[in-house]
Structure formats: C-alpha cells, structure tokens
C-alpha cells in the first residue's frame, strides 16, 4: 500500500523557518520524482518545489528561500523554506510522479500524501 505522510507543519511566525519531512512507503521511492505542492483556501493546489534526479527546481515566489532534498536510504522527501510570508500559509502536500508530464503539473502525480498545515503569522 502506496503511503506518503507529511509532518512538520504548525503555527509559525512570518520571518522563521519550516522544515517538513515526508515518509514514503509501499513503491520505490529512489525511482520517482517527489515533489512538494501547496493549496491556500479558496485557491487551486500549486507546485512548489521538485526533485528530479539530482537536480531540483522551485515556483520562482519561493527561489532563493526553498530546498527540496531527499535521502533515498530513509525514502524521505524534505521541504525547508525560510523567511516564511503569510503568503506560505497553506497546506503542504508531497506527491509522487506515476504519469508523463511536467513536474510541476498536479496532474503528473497520482501518490499523494495527506497534507500538513502551515500557518504563518504576521
């Protein structure tokens, strides 16, 4: 059974950091792009940030504050965003991609985990 569980989300200040784990389970996670997606209420779920291979690639809000890093040996995708703006305030999902396409298409990926929720305050 396919599993991807998010973690790390909360309350955070505008200004501060956030690191989210997620686990991956039941599939072969060193062989698929993993990426990080994020949906604000009343707004469409968008990329955020992919890990493709070795290379990595980012929305171009988030460049310069984001890593996307994964460790193949704990089938782990992490998302570090720092100088966090309201604007982050989302819930946070990773995904795998099963499909063609881009991977910054939502459409891309059939494994999605539950999603964690990040608050930032300003």
């Known amino acids: 059974q396919v599993q991807l569980v998010e973690s790390g989300g909360g309350l955070l200040p505008a200004g501060g950091s956030l690191r989210l784990p997620c686990v991956a389970s039941?599939?072969?996670?060193?062989?698929?792009?993993m990426s990080w997606f994020r949906q604000a209420p009343g707004k469409e779920r968008e990329f955020v940030a992919a890990?493709?291979?070795?290379?990595?690639y980012y929305r171009d809000s988030m460049k310069g504050r984001c890593t996307v890093s994964r460790d193949n040996a704990k089938s782990t995708l992490y998302l570090q965003v720092n100088n966090l703006e309201p604007e982050d305030t989302a819930v946070y999902y990773c995904?795998?991609?099963?499909?063609?396409?881009?991977?910054?298409?939502?459409?891309?990926?059939?494994?999605w985990g539950q999603g964690t929720q990040v608050t930032v305050s300003s």
């Open positions: 995904a795998a991609r099963t499909k063609a396409g881009h991977y910054s298409a939502a459409t891309s990926y059939d494994y």
């Open positions: 890990i493709v291979t070795s290379s990595t």
């Open positions: 039941g599939f072969s996670f060193e062989t698929h792009v």
